[in-house]
Protein backbone atom coordinates (compact mmCIF):
# COMPACT_ATOMS: atom_id res chain seq x y z
CA UNK A 1 0.00 0.00 0.00
CA UNK A 2 1.36 3.55 -0.72
CA UNK A 3 0.95 5.81 2.33
CA UNK A 4 1.54 8.88 3.53
CA UNK A 5 3.48 9.76 6.96
CA UNK A 6 3.18 13.04 8.39
CA UNK A 7 5.72 14.08 10.69
CA UNK A 8 8.18 11.56 9.44
CA UNK A 9 10.91 13.19 10.88
CA UNK A 10 9.91 13.13 14.17
CA UNK A 11 9.59 10.53 17.04
CA UNK A 12 6.46 8.62 16.18
CA UNK A 13 6.33 9.57 12.38
CA UNK A 14 9.98 7.87 11.42
CA UNK A 15 9.44 4.75 14.10
CA UNK A 16 5.91 4.34 12.08
CA UNK A 17 7.57 4.94 8.47
CA UNK A 18 10.49 2.78 9.54
CA UNK A 19 7.94 -0.19 10.40
CA UNK A 20 5.72 0.37 7.84
CA UNK A 21 9.03 -0.07 5.36
CA UNK A 22 10.34 -3.14 6.88
CA UNK A 23 6.09 -4.71 6.89
CA UNK A 24 6.66 -4.00 2.85
CA UNK A 25 4.56 -0.94 2.36
CA UNK A 26 5.86 2.05 -0.30
CA UNK A 27 6.08 5.06 2.67
CA UNK A 28 6.31 8.21 1.02
CA UNK A 29 6.89 10.96 4.17
CA UNK A 30 6.23 14.68 4.59
CA UNK A 31 8.64 16.61 6.09
CA UNK A 32 9.66 20.03 7.14
CA UNK A 33 13.72 19.66 6.76
CA UNK A 34 14.89 17.69 3.48
CA UNK A 35 18.72 17.35 5.42
CA UNK A 36 17.23 15.53 8.61
CA UNK A 37 15.67 12.58 6.79
CA UNK A 38 19.30 10.69 6.34
CA UNK A 39 20.31 11.56 9.89
CA UNK A 40 17.22 10.48 11.46
CA UNK A 41 16.16 7.43 9.38
CA UNK A 42 19.71 5.68 9.04
CA UNK A 43 19.75 4.37 13.09
CA UNK A 44 16.18 2.87 11.61
CA UNK A 45 17.80 0.71 8.68
CA UNK A 46 15.25 2.03 6.26
CA UNK A 47 15.52 5.42 4.79
CA UNK A 48 12.51 6.35 2.61
CA UNK A 49 13.27 7.70 -0.92
CA UNK A 50 9.70 9.41 -1.77
CA UNK A 51 9.76 12.59 0.43
CA UNK A 52 7.47 15.63 -0.06
CA UNK A 53 8.76 19.00 1.66
CA UNK A 54 5.89 20.83 3.49
CA UNK A 55 3.99 21.79 5.88
CA UNK A 56 0.59 20.85 7.30
CA UNK A 57 -1.05 24.12 7.57
CA UNK A 58 -0.24 24.42 3.96
CA UNK A 59 -2.99 23.34 1.54
CA UNK A 60 -1.54 22.59 -1.73
CA UNK A 61 1.51 21.08 0.25
CA UNK A 62 -1.10 18.86 1.68
CA UNK A 63 -2.65 17.96 -1.42
CA UNK A 64 0.49 17.17 -3.10
CA UNK A 65 1.34 14.88 -0.64
CA UNK A 66 -1.67 12.67 -0.57
CA UNK A 67 -1.76 12.32 -4.18
CA UNK A 68 -1.66 8.66 -5.42
CA UNK A 69 -1.70 7.62 -1.71
CA UNK A 70 -4.04 5.09 -0.57
CA UNK A 71 -3.49 5.45 3.17
CA UNK A 72 -1.76 7.99 5.85
CA UNK A 73 -0.83 8.40 9.58
CA UNK A 74 -1.35 11.70 10.83
CA UNK A 75 1.37 11.93 13.38
CA UNK A 76 2.71 15.32 12.59
CA UNK A 77 1.84 18.18 15.40
CA UNK A 78 3.35 21.04 17.32
CA UNK A 79 4.08 19.37 21.37
CA UNK A 80 4.80 22.40 22.63
CA UNK A 81 4.21 24.09 26.71
CA UNK A 82 4.83 27.43 26.04
CA UNK A 83 2.30 30.07 26.02
CA UNK A 84 4.90 31.91 23.35
CA UNK A 85 3.52 29.17 20.37
CA UNK A 86 0.40 29.03 21.39
CA UNK A 87 -1.53 30.20 17.78
CA UNK A 88 1.32 27.95 16.16
CA UNK A 89 0.18 24.60 18.49
CA UNK A 90 -3.47 25.71 17.67
CA UNK A 91 -3.08 25.51 13.88
CA UNK A 92 -0.51 23.42 13.41
CA UNK A 93 -2.57 20.76 15.31
CA UNK A 94 -6.23 21.81 14.17
CA UNK A 95 -5.88 22.74 10.69
CA UNK A 96 -3.37 20.72 10.15
CA UNK A 97 -5.42 17.67 11.02
CA UNK A 98 -8.47 19.23 8.82
CA UNK A 99 -5.96 19.10 5.95
CA UNK A 100 -4.61 15.78 6.22
CA UNK A 101 -7.52 13.26 7.86
CA UNK A 102 -10.14 15.74 6.15
CA UNK A 103 -8.35 15.42 2.51
CA UNK A 104 -8.07 11.62 3.16
CA UNK A 105 -11.41 11.14 3.91
CA UNK A 106 -12.47 13.66 0.78
CA UNK A 107 -10.31 11.29 -1.42
CA UNK A 108 -12.06 8.20 0.01
CA UNK A 109 -8.88 6.26 1.28
CA UNK A 110 -9.36 3.11 2.99
CA UNK A 111 -6.37 3.30 5.44
CA UNK A 112 -6.35 6.48 7.52
CA UNK A 113 -4.53 6.45 10.90
CA UNK A 114 -4.73 9.41 13.13
CA UNK A 115 -2.10 10.11 16.22
CA UNK A 116 -4.51 11.46 19.04
CA UNK A 117 -3.34 11.59 22.60
CA UNK A 118 -4.53 11.00 25.58
CA UNK A 119 -4.73 14.72 27.27
CA UNK A 120 -7.74 14.29 25.04
CA UNK A 121 -9.76 12.52 27.95
CA UNK A 122 -7.43 13.87 31.00
CA UNK A 123 -9.20 14.60 34.11
CA UNK A 124 -6.05 14.88 36.89
CA UNK A 125 -7.28 12.65 39.64
CA UNK A 126 -9.85 10.99 37.72
CA UNK A 127 -11.13 7.49 36.43
CA UNK A 128 -8.90 5.64 34.34
CA UNK A 129 -9.12 6.68 31.10
CA UNK A 130 -10.58 4.40 28.02
CA UNK A 131 -10.92 5.38 24.18
CA UNK A 132 -14.36 5.45 25.30
CA UNK A 133 -14.05 8.15 28.61
CA UNK A 134 -15.91 11.80 27.91
CA UNK A 135 -13.37 14.19 26.17
CA UNK A 136 -12.32 16.97 28.52
CA UNK A 137 -11.26 20.27 27.85
CA UNK A 138 -7.83 20.48 27.96
CA UNK A 139 -6.41 23.10 29.83
CA UNK A 140 -3.26 24.06 27.99
CA UNK A 141 -3.10 25.33 24.41
CA UNK A 142 -2.40 21.90 23.47
CA UNK A 143 -4.46 19.99 24.88
CA UNK A 144 -6.66 21.92 23.65
CA UNK A 145 -5.94 22.44 19.99
CA UNK A 146 -5.66 18.25 20.36
CA UNK A 147 -9.32 18.19 21.43
CA UNK A 148 -10.42 20.03 18.96
CA UNK A 149 -8.68 17.86 16.32
CA UNK A 150 -10.51 15.40 18.15
CA UNK A 151 -14.10 16.57 17.83
CA UNK A 152 -13.21 17.36 14.19
CA UNK A 153 -12.47 13.30 13.31
CA UNK A 154 -15.17 12.57 15.59
CA UNK A 155 -16.88 14.00 13.43
CA UNK A 156 -16.28 12.36 10.20
CA UNK A 157 -16.01 8.69 12.15
CA UNK A 158 -19.38 9.74 12.90
CA UNK A 159 -20.45 9.84 9.50
CA UNK A 160 -18.66 6.59 8.90
CA UNK A 161 -15.46 7.87 7.86
CA UNK A 162 -12.75 4.38 8.36
CA UNK A 163 -10.43 6.60 10.13
CA UNK A 164 -8.61 4.43 13.46
CA UNK A 165 -7.63 7.05 16.58
CA UNK A 166 -4.48 6.02 18.84
CA UNK A 167 -4.11 7.39 21.98
CA UNK A 168 -0.76 7.05 22.87
CA UNK A 169 0.57 7.40 26.76
CA UNK A 170 3.79 9.35 27.29
CA UNK A 171 6.03 8.25 24.20
CA UNK A 172 9.44 6.97 25.09
CA UNK A 173 11.96 4.34 23.37
CA UNK A 174 15.55 4.67 21.79
CA UNK A 175 16.16 6.86 17.99
CA UNK A 176 14.59 9.86 19.43
CA UNK A 177 15.27 12.71 17.25
CA UNK A 178 14.72 15.34 19.84
CA UNK A 179 14.84 14.14 22.42
CA UNK A 180 11.19 14.63 22.48
CA UNK A 181 9.39 15.69 25.55
CA UNK A 182 9.31 12.43 28.03
CA UNK A 183 12.84 11.48 27.05
CA UNK A 184 13.91 14.90 27.63
CA UNK A 185 12.44 14.72 31.10
CA UNK A 186 14.54 11.71 32.02
CA UNK A 187 17.68 13.67 30.54
CA UNK A 188 17.16 16.18 33.13
CA UNK A 189 15.92 13.67 36.10
CA UNK A 190 19.59 11.41 35.44
CA UNK A 191 21.69 14.69 34.49
CA UNK A 192 20.06 17.27 37.36
CA UNK A 193 17.77 15.99 40.06
CA UNK A 194 15.36 13.42 40.32
CA UNK A 195 11.95 14.72 41.75
CA UNK A 196 10.10 11.99 43.39
CA UNK A 197 6.69 12.93 43.88
CA UNK A 198 2.96 11.10 44.06
CA UNK A 199 1.48 9.91 40.56
CA UNK A 200 3.51 8.29 38.04
CA UNK A 201 4.31 7.87 34.58
CA UNK A 202 2.95 5.58 32.10
CA UNK A 203 4.87 5.51 28.59
CA UNK A 204 4.34 3.53 25.73
CA UNK A 205 7.46 2.64 24.04
CA UNK A 206 7.55 4.06 20.14
CA UNK A 207 8.39 1.17 18.51
CA UNK A 208 4.76 -0.39 20.00
CA UNK A 209 3.23 2.57 18.65
CA UNK A 210 4.25 2.16 15.71
CA UNK A 211 3.24 -1.79 15.32
CA UNK A 212 0.02 -0.73 16.55
CA UNK A 213 -0.20 1.75 13.64
CA UNK A 214 1.23 -0.89 11.18
CA UNK A 215 -1.91 -3.15 12.19
CA UNK A 216 -4.55 -0.50 12.27
CA UNK A 217 -3.34 0.08 8.68
CA UNK A 218 -3.44 -3.05 7.66
CA UNK A 219 -7.16 -3.84 9.81
CA UNK A 220 -10.51 -3.71 7.47
CA UNK A 221 -12.01 -0.10 7.09
CA UNK A 222 -13.71 1.03 9.79
CA UNK A 223 -13.62 3.82 12.57
CA UNK A 224 -12.03 2.85 15.29
CA UNK A 225 -10.49 4.01 18.93
CA UNK A 226 -7.49 2.41 20.57
CA UNK A 227 -5.74 3.09 23.90
CA UNK A 228 -1.40 2.69 23.76
CA UNK A 229 0.05 2.55 27.14
CA UNK A 230 2.11 0.11 29.23
CA UNK A 231 1.97 -0.04 32.70
CA UNK A 232 2.03 2.55 34.65
CA UNK A 233 4.99 3.12 37.27
CA UNK A 234 4.82 5.32 40.47
CA UNK A 235 7.73 7.75 40.61
CA UNK A 236 9.65 6.15 42.99
CA UNK A 237 9.51 2.85 40.67
CA UNK A 238 10.89 4.85 37.71
CA UNK A 239 13.80 5.92 40.44
CA UNK A 240 14.43 2.69 40.98
CA UNK A 241 14.54 1.08 37.44
CA UNK A 242 16.86 3.52 36.42
CA UNK A 243 19.20 3.06 39.57
CA UNK A 244 18.93 -0.68 38.70
CA UNK A 245 19.72 -0.64 35.17
CA UNK A 246 22.76 1.66 35.59
CA UNK A 247 23.76 0.76 38.85
CA UNK A 248 23.72 4.62 39.93
CA UNK A 249 21.96 6.51 42.32
CA UNK A 250 21.07 9.93 40.68
CA UNK A 251 20.30 13.06 42.82
CA UNK A 252 16.46 12.96 44.05
CA UNK A 253 14.30 15.37 45.75
CA UNK A 254 11.17 14.04 47.22
CA UNK A 255 8.34 16.72 46.94
CA UNK A 256 4.57 16.57 47.59
CA UNK A 257 2.64 16.74 44.87
CA UNK A 258 0.61 19.74 46.27
CA UNK A 259 3.79 21.55 46.24
CA UNK A 260 4.79 21.18 42.40
CA UNK A 261 0.94 21.82 41.54
CA UNK A 262 0.92 25.16 43.61
CA UNK A 263 4.82 26.02 41.40
CA UNK A 264 2.89 25.09 38.19
CA UNK A 265 0.13 27.84 39.18
CA UNK A 266 2.87 30.48 39.91
CA UNK A 267 4.45 29.09 36.66
CA UNK A 268 0.76 30.17 34.52
CA UNK A 269 1.15 33.65 36.49
CA UNK A 270 5.13 33.94 35.43
CA UNK A 271 4.46 33.35 31.99
CA UNK A 272 1.47 35.20 31.24
CA UNK A 273 3.97 38.26 32.52
CA UNK A 274 6.59 37.18 30.63
CA UNK A 275 6.59 34.08 28.64
CA UNK A 276 9.74 31.74 28.24
CA UNK A 277 10.20 28.01 27.57
CA UNK A 278 9.81 26.15 30.74
CA UNK A 279 7.62 22.83 31.17
CA UNK A 280 6.78 23.97 34.90
CA UNK A 281 2.52 24.80 34.13
CA UNK A 282 -0.29 23.77 36.20
CA UNK A 283 -1.45 21.33 33.73
CA UNK A 284 2.23 19.78 33.47
CA UNK A 285 2.23 19.42 37.14
CA UNK A 286 -1.13 17.46 37.41
CA UNK A 287 -0.49 15.70 34.62
CA UNK A 288 2.78 14.57 36.67
CA UNK A 289 1.49 14.45 40.39
CA UNK A 290 -2.26 13.17 39.37
CA UNK A 291 -1.98 10.83 36.60
CA UNK A 292 -5.10 8.70 36.53
CA UNK A 293 -3.64 6.01 34.17
CA UNK A 294 -4.84 5.00 30.73
CA UNK A 295 -6.51 0.85 30.14
CA UNK A 296 -4.68 -0.04 26.97
CA UNK A 297 -5.91 -3.73 27.07
CA UNK A 298 -8.56 -3.73 24.57
CA UNK A 299 -5.81 -2.92 22.09
CA UNK A 300 -3.91 -5.74 23.27
CA UNK A 301 -7.17 -8.10 23.21
CA UNK A 302 -9.03 -6.92 19.92
CA UNK A 303 -5.48 -6.43 17.82
CA UNK A 304 -2.93 -8.55 19.27
CA UNK A 305 -0.32 -5.53 20.07
CA UNK A 306 1.69 -5.98 23.31
CA UNK A 307 3.28 -2.96 25.28
CA UNK A 308 6.57 -4.17 26.83
CA UNK A 309 7.12 -3.57 30.07
CA UNK A 310 8.69 0.06 30.88
CA UNK A 311 11.87 -1.38 32.50
CA UNK A 312 12.50 -2.62 28.97
CA UNK A 313 11.81 0.77 27.16
CA UNK A 314 13.75 2.81 29.90
CA UNK A 315 16.61 0.44 29.52
CA UNK A 316 16.68 1.52 25.40
CA UNK A 317 15.93 4.72 26.06
CA UNK A 318 18.55 5.14 27.95
CA UNK A 319 21.63 3.75 26.04
CA UNK A 320 19.92 5.69 22.76
CA UNK A 321 20.41 8.76 25.14
CA UNK A 322 23.79 8.18 25.75
CA UNK A 323 24.71 7.39 22.44
CA UNK A 324 23.39 10.33 20.85
CA UNK A 325 25.13 12.50 23.36
CA UNK A 326 22.32 13.70 25.68
CA UNK A 327 23.21 11.52 28.68
CA UNK A 328 27.82 11.11 30.02
CA UNK A 329 28.78 7.71 30.50
CA UNK A 330 28.70 8.47 34.35
CA UNK A 331 24.64 8.97 34.14
CA UNK A 332 24.06 5.64 32.32
CA UNK A 333 26.30 3.59 34.53
CA UNK A 334 26.84 0.35 33.12
CA UNK A 335 24.47 0.51 30.20
CA UNK A 336 27.55 2.30 28.55
CA UNK A 337 29.11 -0.94 28.16
CA UNK A 338 25.94 -1.89 26.51
CA UNK A 339 25.94 1.05 23.75
CA UNK A 340 26.95 0.10 20.20
CA UNK A 341 29.26 2.98 19.03
CA UNK A 342 27.68 5.49 17.02
N1 LIG B 1 5.32 12.87 22.88
C1 LIG B 1 4.35 12.33 23.60
O1 LIG B 1 4.57 11.86 24.72
C2 LIG B 1 2.95 12.25 23.02
C3 LIG B 1 1.94 11.69 23.81
C4 LIG B 1 0.67 11.56 23.27
C5 LIG B 1 0.41 11.95 21.96
N2 LIG B 1 1.42 12.50 21.22
C6 LIG B 1 1.12 12.84 19.81
O2 LIG B 1 1.93 11.99 19.02
C7 LIG B 1 2.25 12.65 17.80
C8 LIG B 1 3.74 12.57 17.57
O3 LIG B 1 4.40 13.16 18.67
P1 LIG B 1 5.99 13.03 18.84
O4 LIG B 1 6.28 13.00 20.28
O5 LIG B 1 6.49 11.96 17.95
O6 LIG B 1 6.40 14.47 18.31
P2 LIG B 1 7.70 14.98 17.54
O7 LIG B 1 8.84 14.06 17.69
O8 LIG B 1 7.85 16.40 17.96
O9 LIG B 1 7.23 14.92 16.02
C9 LIG B 1 6.30 15.83 15.50
C10 LIG B 1 6.53 15.95 14.02
O10 LIG B 1 5.60 16.90 13.49
C11 LIG B 1 6.30 17.72 12.58
N3 LIG B 1 5.65 19.02 12.46
C12 LIG B 1 5.43 19.93 13.42
N4 LIG B 1 4.79 21.00 12.91
C13 LIG B 1 4.63 20.75 11.59
C14 LIG B 1 4.04 21.47 10.51
N5 LIG B 1 3.48 22.68 10.70
N6 LIG B 1 4.06 20.91 9.29
C15 LIG B 1 4.62 19.70 9.08
N7 LIG B 1 5.17 18.96 10.06
C16 LIG B 1 5.17 19.49 11.30
C17 LIG B 1 7.70 17.84 13.16
O11 LIG B 1 8.61 18.24 12.14
P3 LIG B 1 10.19 18.43 12.41
O12 LIG B 1 10.76 17.03 12.40
O13 LIG B 1 10.64 19.27 11.29
O14 LIG B 1 10.31 19.09 13.75
C18 LIG B 1 7.94 16.43 13.64
O15 LIG B 1 8.43 15.63 12.60
C19 LIG B 1 1.70 14.06 17.91
O16 LIG B 1 0.46 14.09 17.23
C20 LIG B 1 1.48 14.25 19.40
O17 LIG B 1 0.44 15.16 19.65
C21 LIG B 1 2.68 12.66 21.72
Known amino acids: MKVLVTG ?3 FTGSHTAAELMTAGHDVRVMV ?3 AKVQRVFEPLGAVPTDIVLGDVTDEGAVDAALTGCDGV ?3 AALVDVSRAHGRQVETTNTRGTELVIGGAVARGMPAIVYVSSTSV ?3 PGGPVMTPSSPLADGRSTYARSKVHAERFVRRLQDDGAPICTTYPAAISGPD ?3 PSVVNAGLVSFLSG ?3 ITSGGLQIVDVRDLAALHRVLLDASPAPRRYAAASDMLSWQQIYDVCSALTGTHPRQV ?3 GAVLRGAGTLGDVVK ?3 DFDFPMTREAMETSTRWPGVDAGATTRDLGVHFRAPADTLRDTLIGLYTAGHLTAAQVGRLAGEAVPP
Open 193 to 195: LFV
Open 176 to 178: DPG
Open 272 to 274: RLR
Open 8 to 10: GTG
Open 32 to 34: RDL
Open 121 to 123: FLR
Open 254 to 256: RLP
Open 73 to 75: VHT
